[in-house]
Each structure stands twice: as structure tokens, then as C-alpha cells.
């Protein structure tokens, strides 16, 4: 089944360290997402990325880093300099251009929360 | 910069209510309009979109949106609400040629029976 995953679905982080967020489709899409959910603030965007090796800041980038070395990954790392980064983040992904655009997809959620 | 305003943060309605949430979004060119569900729970979920052509756009349990351009609005209905309607619900913009995608704060909406 073509479709977003996301991993860990829960992660529990010390102040202070570094974490990663995963995030895999199989839809063979160009666009990719971060967002980050706060009850009361909606989906806010983190960073996007057109393509491979490409990757642009979104509203909320301070203390966020990512890559995009392939098409169908786009981790997320939660540096230490995110000074609230307990929250649920969500990936997303969408096809862009070409046969024409589509609605973004996506995945279940990573819960990050720091201890 | 777009942004997107979702006015209603609490919406609460008895079954069988009419209802409308409103979407204002802030960019004067083509967009791409979006509307989003969240059940409790579950993952997000496209309930309707709008890229071009009839401003009514009809979507999936019975909502639909309208698109007025002069207005930068993008309002979604639904005649006669039910109990499972219970969700959050986001607006979404994407400015055209960006791949940015802008959602709104949510729309909570609780249904009484």
C-alpha cells in the first residue's frame, strides 16, 4: 500500500540531546513537509522541500534541521537549540507540477516529548 | 506572505444544525484551497479542495466549500451536522507555483446529540 510513515509514533527526549524524526512515502511525490501540531495553533510549517537535495524554512525553522538526500525521505532532526520542541509532529507529502497537483497526504504523527 | 484565518476556534451544535466554518486566507494570486478533517484519534484527512473551475466544490459526508476570490475566502458547510462530525477542522492554502502550504489554527467542533 503506497502511503507516509512515520517513526516512532512516541519519543521521549532529555533536554539538551539531539533527535530525529523519520519520515518515508512510497508515493513517489516531490513535495514533502514538516509540521508541527500545538492544540489552539493549528498545523505550523517547519520546513518543506521541492525536491532532492533541496529544502526551504518554513514559519517556525529556528532549532529544526532536515535533509532531503532521497526522493522518498525527509527526516526531521529536533535540535537542542528548540527551546519548547515537546509536541506532535506531522509529515506530509504531495505531488506537484506535471499531470497536476494533489492534495497533501499524511502520516500518522510522531509525539515528541522531552524529559 | 500568505496566511490563512480560521475565525471560529469552538464551534459547538446540536445534531441535525446547520453548519459554517469560515477560511480567510492573504494572497492575491492563484491558490490552491484545502479543507482538512481530524477525528479524535485519527490522522488527517482531505474532506474537499478547490484548484480552479466551479467555486462550489462538494466534498466527501456531505460538505462542501465555496470559493469566493473577491472576498480571499473559502467557507465550508455542511446542511445537517451528526454527532460523528465531531473533529477539528483546517483550512489549507497553497499560493500558486510555491510549494508552500499554509493551514489555518483548527476549527473545533463538537456535536451534541
Known amino acids: 500500500d503506497g502511503g507516509i510513515t512515520q517513526s516512532p509514533k512516541y519519543l521521549f527526549r532529555k533536554e539538551g540531546q539531539n533527535v530525529t524524526l523519520s519520515c518515508e512515502q512510497n508515493?513517489?511525490?516531490?513535495?514533502m513537509y514538516w509540521y508541527r501540531q500545538d492544540p489552539g495553533q493549528g498545523l505550523r510549517l517547519i520546513y518543506y522541500s521541492q525536491i532532492v537535495n533541496d529544502f526551504q524554512k518554513g514559519d517556525i525553522a529556528e532549532g529544526y534541521s532536515v535533509s532531503r538526500e532521497k526522493k522518498e525521505s525527509f527526516p526531521l532532526t529536533v535540535t537542542s537549540a528548540q527551546k519548547n520542541p515537546t509536541a506532535f509532529y506531522l509529515c506530509?507529502?504531495?505531488?506537484?507540477?506535471?499531470?497536476?497537483?494533489?492534495?497533501?497526504?499524511f502520516g500518522q504523527g510522531t509525539r515528541l516529548t522531552v524529559v | 506572505a500568505q496566511s490563512v484565518s480560521q475565525h471560529n476556534h469552538h464551534v459547538i451544535l446540536s445534531e441535525a444544525a446547520s453548519l459554517e466554518l469560515g477560511c480567510n486566507y492573504s494572497?492575491?494570486?492563484?491558490?490552491?484551497l484545502f479543507w482538512y478533517v481530524q477525528y479524535p484519534g485519527q490522522h488527517l484527512q482531505l474532506l474537499l479542495k478547490y484548484f480552479s473551475g466551479d467555486p462550489l466544490v462538494k466534498g466527501i459526508k456531505g460538505f462542501e466549500a465555496e470559493f469566493i476570490k473577491s472576498k480571499f475566502s473559502f467557507n465550508l458547510r455542511k446542511p445537517s451536522v451528526q454527532w460523528s462530525d465531531t473533529a477539528e477542522y483546517f483550512c489549507?492554502?497553497?499560493?500558486?507555483?510555491?510549494?508552500?502550504?499554509?493551514f489555518g489554527a483548527g476549527t473545533r467542533l463538537a456535536v451534541h446529540p
Open positions: 506530509a507529502s504531495r505531488h506537484r507540477g506535471g499531470q497536476g497537483d494533489t492534495e497533501a497526504f
Open positions: 494572497y492575491g494570486g492563484t491558490v490552491n
Open positions: 489549507a492554502v497553497n499560493a500558486g507555483g510555491y510549494n508552500k502550504l499554509i
Open positions: 508515493l513517489n511525490h516531490d513535495a
